[in-house]
T-cell receptor, first 111, second 116 residues
């Protein structure tokens, strides 16, 4: 079993829909990251959070440390949001530089 | 300012050949990371540099893989006797390398390696 599990693996939505991507992890963490990867492009960090909720524009990320679960929400989705969204966790202690990644969720937003 | 750059963007080689992949981090970033991303998977950690030294190379899959960062800036990932299973996108990231380890990592566009 992977340490970081994402669901769904693939998600297709119509423009304007509210999107939720989930991430569950099985290890103790110091922080969780949400990242965006466009086809053929590099990875961009969207959020780093260790508790509560963060918001940036139409993107909202939440984390529940007790339940080892995080969600990424996109409000009023747009075709330009189409990308792979990746959850990654940082471990505690001396290896806290190391990121463990989920497999990613491929989001397609149709006009 | 310039982000992390990686060269080449694509590399096609034959089984058994030697390849070098280059990463130019953001100026001033002391920490540098290499990851490997196979098709349909998330990136996997390979090696972490703090300055010139490899602080953690536990992710390198075997002794055919080696990475250097001689002057604490540019890094080269070297793969000897390439195998078809080495085909993947190799990602480099850099960060300021704070002691807390929680600083943001900035990723390059990756090098797509194909071993025929």
């Amino acid at each position: 079993k992977n340490e970081v599990e994402q669901s769904p693996q693939n998600l297709t939505a119509q423009e304007g829909e509210f999107i939720t991507i989930n991430c569950s992890y099985s290890v103790g963490i110091s922080a969780l990251h949400w990242l965006q990867q466009h086809p053929g492009g590099g990875i961009v960090s969207l959020f780093m959070l260790s508790s509560g909720k963060k918001k940036h524009g139409r993107l909202i990320a939440t984390i529940n440390i007790q339940e080892k679960h995080s969600s990424l929400h996109i409000t009023a989705s747009h075709p330009r949001d189409s990308a792979v969204y990746i959850c990654a966790v940082r471990s505690w202690g001396g290896s806290n530089y190391k990121l463990t990644f989920g497999k990613g969720t491929l989001l397609t937003v149709n006009p | 300012g310039a982000g992390v750059s990686q060269t080449p963007s694509n590399k096609v080689t034959e089984k058994g050949k030697y390849v070098e992949l280059r990463c130019d981090p953001i100026s001033g970033h002391t920490a540098l990371y290499w990851y490997r991303q196979s098709l349909g998977q998330g990136p996997e950690f390979l090696i972490y540099f703090q300055g010139t030294g490899a602080a953690d190379d536990s992710g390198l899959p075997n002794d055919r893989f080696f990475a250097v960062r001689p002057e604490g800036s540019v890094s080269t990932l070297k793969i000897q006797r390439t195998e078809r299973g080495d085909s993947a996108v190799y990602l480099c990231a850099s960060s300021f390398g704070t002691e807390s380890g929680t600083d943001t990592q900035y990723f390059g566009p990756g090098t797509r390696l194909t071993v025929l």
